[in-house]
């Protein structure tokens, strides 16, 4: 094993100097970083001139120049990288500190997003093969793919934002539109269920009506003005989210891994009203950890006593349960904040932002309506990045999984008498994520890179935004800097893929002769 990851570091580190050496010349001649200057009729332009060649180095060959550039990266190994000074005077380092936690912050979101959606809707489609949930998903992701991001982000800001604080004006869903939420409502659920048509048309008549009903209420209560779930609804929830857990993870023959579930979820119920006077009283990011270490280690007691033998899946499902139930205590926190946000002056019922990282006149210190106010600026970015990134995720889960379906082993399986979630799951799931985890694992490392249109579009300052300056003012430094830590990310996520191979396919070996 480690003579495996050390080969491999090794291949991959000879792939980072040959690309950066390549991109550093490139970039050197391709533009003069003192061409504003030349044309400048400053008095003192002579003087900036040579100050600026002297700080950047620019009177030694590129060849040689980047060598002094690596020298100052190796400074990394002792804690002490130098990136170089950036043509503004600031130093690269600190300007990658500062834009590095804005992209994580922005991307992050949306790629977890994406993948997750993309990878359980394409699932569903290859196992609805052929059906009309499966056309439509098809017909979806191909818009997707076909949409620029620039053109999503305007209807976004257009809809989502604009028309959104425009109609919480005087919050009233028109008629035509509670029909219209209710037929695409039912049309999804009835799609999703699959079945005869009996099937298909009774979903979608319970569908509908609970859409319906449901905006119905929203609409004559002030719900959108004061939002909440409420322990009742969290308790609903929490059931359903007990039931799907356990089906997906051991199935709900496993009535172990059933009743410390439903147990977890029912605690939710128990540990609102205390988990509310914490958040009240004590709002930190640091008692959010807490308590969710608290909600994490009594899910583990409650799986153990249930379970006498195979504890690790029981555990696991458990644990999922309470994390997601307890997911709805922090979703209920922001609701309430919802109303005293909106009552700022800064927001004036106004919630949804279309440019900005963050509400500049907010001079609120509450945790609970700062932390609400980030959530709303990355809205419309977050929705655009997971539009657009999780088509892709659709089309590969779906043909990855229909091609695996196909394998003899799947069949065999089938034969034994294994159940279809124990087929799906266990054999069919796991091997479609190999192939998929390549692109995962790439995906996350390209989320430091930034997203330069949507960062533009929405007007974060974030990596995507620093490379268009490099790029732009030939500041060459900044580039590179910028370059160094997205290229550094994609080689480490290639050895963690590399290794991920080995634990999702027994067959595949990465020590010794590999």
């Given at each position: 094993?480690?003579?495996?990851?050390l080969?491999?570091?090794?291949?991959l580190g000879?792939?980072?100097?040959?690309?950066?050496?390549?991109?550093?010349?490139?970039?050197?001649?391709?533009?003069?970083?003192?061409?504003d200057?030349?044309?400048s009729?400053?008095?003192?332009?002579?003087?900036?001139?040579?100050?600026?060649?002297?700080?950047?180095?620019?009177?030694?060959?590129?060849?040689a120049?980047?060598f002094?550039w690596?020298?100052g990266?190796?400074?990394?190994?002792v804690?002490?990288p130098?990136?170089?000074?950036?043509?503004?005077g600031?130093?690269?380092?600190?300007?990658?500190?500062?834009?590095?936690?804005?992209?994580?912050?922005?991307?992050l979101?949306?790629?977890?997003?994406a993948?997750v959606?993309?990878?359980?809707?394409?699932?569903?489609?290859a196992?609805?093969?052929?059906?009309?949930?499966d056309?439509?998903?098809?017909?979806?992701?191909?818009?997707m793919?076909?949409?620029p991001?620039?053109?999503?982000?305007?209807?976004?800001k257009?809809?989502?934002?604009?028309?959104?604080?425009n109609?919480?004006?005087?919050?009233?869903?028109?008629?035509?539109?509670?029909?219209?939420?209710?037929l695409?409502?039912?049309?999804?659920?009835?799609?999703?269920?699959?079945?005869?048509?009996?099937?298909?048309?009774?979903?979608?008549?319970a569908?509908?009506?609970?859409?319906?009903?449901?905006?119905?209420?929203?609409?004559?209560?002030?719900?959108?003005?004061?939002?909440?779930?409420?322990?009742?609804?969290i308790?609903?929830?929490?059931?359903?989210?007990?039931?799907?857990?356990?089906?997906?993870?051991v199935?709900?023959?496993?009535?172990?891994?059933?009743k410390?579930s439903l147990?977890?979820?029912?605690?939710?119920?128990v540990?609102?009203y205390?988990a509310?006077?914490v958040?009240d009283?004590?709002?930190?990011?640091?008692s959010?950890?807490?308590?969710?270490?608290?909600?994490?280690?009594?899910?583990?007691f409650?799986a153990?006593?249930?379970?006498k033998?195979?504890?690790?899946?029981?555990?696991?499902?458990?644990v999922?349960?309470?994390?997601?139930?307890?997911?709805?205590?922090?979703?209920?926190?922001y609701?309430?904040?919802?109303?005293?946000?909106?009552?700022?002056?800064?927001?004036?019922?106004?919630?949804?932002?279309?440019?900005?990282?963050r509400?500049d006149?907010?001079?609120?210190?509450?945790?609970?309506?700062?932390n609400?106010?980030?959530?709303?600026?990355?809205?419309?970015?977050?929705?655009?990045?997971?539009?657009?990134?999780?088509?892709?995720?659709?089309?590969?889960?779906?043909?990855?999984?229909?091609?695996?379906?196909?394998?003899?082993?799947?069949?065999t399986?089938?034969?034994?008498?294994?159940?279809?979630r124990t087929?799906?799951?266990?054999?069919?799931?796991?091997?479609?994520?190999?192939?998929?985890?390549?692109?995962?694992?790439?995906?996350?490392?390209?989320?430091?890179?930034?997203?330069?249109?949507t960062?533009?579009?929405?007007?974060?300052?974030?990596?995507?935004t620093?490379?268009?300056?490099?790029?732009?003012?030939?500041?060459?430094?900044l580039?590179?800097?910028?370059?160094?830590i997205?290229?550094?990310?994609?080689?480490?996520?290639?050895?963690?893929?590399?290794?991920?191979?080995?634990?999702?396919?027994?067959?595949?070996?990465?020590?010794?002769?590999?």
């Amino acid at each position: 094993m480690v003579a495996f990851i050390l080969r491999r570091l090794g291949v991959l580190g000879v792939i980072l100097f040959g690309s950066s050496f390549i991109l550093y010349n490139l970039a050197a001649i391709s533009g003069d970083p003192l061409s504003d200057l030349k044309l400048s009729n400053d008095p003192n332009r002579d003087f900036l001139i040579a100050s600026l060649t002297r700080e950047l180095q620019l009177d030694v060959p590129p060849p040689a120049r980047y060598f002094l550039w690596l020298k100052g990266i190796f400074g990394i190994f002792v804690g002490n990288p130098d990136f170089g000074m950036s043509r503004d005077g600031s130093t690269v380092a600190h300007s990658l500190a500062l834009a590095i936690p804005v992209t994580i912050r922005l991307v992050l979101a949306a790629t977890i997003l994406a993948i997750v959606l993309g990878i359980s809707i394409g699932i569903v489609t290859a196992l609805r093969q052929y059906s009309r949930f499966d056309y439509s998903m098809t017909f979806v992701s191909f818009l997707m793919f076909s949409l620029p991001i620039f053109w999503v982000a305007v209807l976004l800001k257009e809809y989502l934002a604009i028309s959104f604080n425009n109609f919480l004006r005087e919050p009233n869903v028109p008629v035509l539109w509670i029909i219209s939420i209710a037929l695409f409502s039912g049309i999804f659920w009835a799609s999703i269920v699959g079945g005869t048509r009996r099937t298909f048309w009774i979903t979608f008549g319970a569908a509908a009506g609970i859409a319906a009903t449901l905006i119905t209420f929203f609409s004559l209560s002030g719900w959108f003005l004061n939002p909440s779930l409420g322990p009742i609804v969290i308790l609903g929830l929490s059931i359903g989210i007990a039931y799907g857990v356990t089906q997906l993870s051991v199935g709900l023959i496993n009535k172990a891994a059933l009743k410390a579930s439903l147990t977890m979820a029912g605690l939710s119920i128990v540990y609102y009203y205390p988990a509310n006077w914490v958040f009240d009283n004590h709002p930190s990011n640091l008692s959010v950890f807490l308590m969710a270490c608290v909600t994490i280690t009594i899910a583990v007691f409650v799986a153990r006593a249930f379970s006498k033998i195979d504890r690790g899946p029981i555990v696991r499902t458990a644990v999922i349960t309470a994390f997601l139930s307890a997911g709805l205590l922090i979703i209920d926190k922001y609701k309430q904040t919802w109303k005293p946000y909106m009552e700022t002056d800064a927001i004036n019922y106004r919630p949804v932002p279309t440019i900005g990282q963050r509400s500049d006149l907010l001079d609120s210190t509450d945790f609970w309506i700062t932390n609400l106010d980030t959530v709303t600026h990355l809205f419309l970015p977050t929705v655009a990045l997971t539009l657009i990134s999780f088509a892709g995720y659709i089309r590969f889960s779906r043909g990855t999984l229909l091609e695996v379906l196909n394998q003899d082993y799947i069949r065999t399986a089938r034969a034994k008498g294994l159940t279809e979630r124990t087929v799906i799951m266990r054999h069919a799931f796991r091997n479609t994520m190999i192939p998929l985890t390549t692109i995962m694992v790439v995906d996350f490392a390209g989320v430091i890179g930034g997203a330069l249109i949507t960062e533009s579009v929405f007007g974060w300052s974030g990596m995507g935004t620093l490379f268009r300056q490099g790029l732009l003012g030939y500041d060459l430094n900044l580039l590179m800097g910028v370059f160094f830590i997205t290229a550094s990310l994609s080689v480490i996520a290639n050895l963690i893929a590399d290794l991920l191979y080995s634990a999702l396919d027994p067959r595949i070996r990465v020590g010794g002769g590999a």
